[in-house]
């Protein structure tokens, strides 16, 4: 079954769960050849009906301790802009559609969502142009996102530190992917600002 997840990661951001739950909004997303829609609403204080119909089943949840299923089993991801939700889709390889929340102070969303439309990974717009957005969308021609590469990191810290054993290694690698998820975000954030 087709399905698209949406995400507000730890926020609230009602307008995105309203625009989502609109009534020509799923009418689209049958169109286009979608049967399921899951929401993770945060905290959000809209709270939308559970459905389910022969077009369209639509089902929600607050949290969970991790969204990786969701995003895993999700044929398209419509996320708020946080760095953390754009960069856990886009390693999935998932097409990610960004919706700016223009109500944030500052809005270094948009910031990530302008950078990641240039190079080419994601769509994005705010919560009024979602419904042009996902009629014109072409998942195809999103670039996928570059894959980390900590296994050199792992080789070279074992050269020079002499680290030879599998769980050495693993620790390794898994302090690595932390360090490169982080350098990542500061490298996407400067490139930003300059």
Request: aromatic share 8%.
């Amino acid at each position: 079954m087709a399905t698209v997840f949406v995400t507000v990661g730890t926020t609230s951001f009602n307008e995105l769960i309203e625009t989502a739950t609109s009534e020509n909004f799923r009418g689209l997303l049958v169109a286009k050849g979608y049967r399921s829609l899951v929401l993770q609403i945060g905290r959000g204080e809209f709270v939308p009906c559970e459905e389910t119909d022969v077009a369209l089943d639509v089902s929600y949840y607050r949290y969970k301790d991790t969204l990786a299923d969701d995003i895993r089993n999700a044929d398209l991801v419509i996320s708020h802009a946080g760095a953390g939700c754009c960069l856990e889709t886009l390693r999935a390889g998932k097409p990610l559609v960004v919706a700016v929340n223009e109500n944030l102070m500052g809005n270094h969303q948009l910031e990530l969502a302008q950078q990641l439309h240039r190079d080419g990974h994601i769509a994005y717009g705010v919560c009024r142009e979602l419904h042009g957005i996902i009629s014109n969308l072409e998942t195809a021609s999103l670039k996928p996102f570059p894959k980390g590469q900590p296994e050199l990191f792992a080789q070279w810290l074992k050269k020079t530190s002499g680290t030879t054993t599998a769980y050495q290694q693993s620790v390794v690698r898994t302090r690595f992917v932390f360090v490169a998820v982080l350098l990542v975000a500061v490298a996407i954030l400067l490139a930003l600002r300059s």
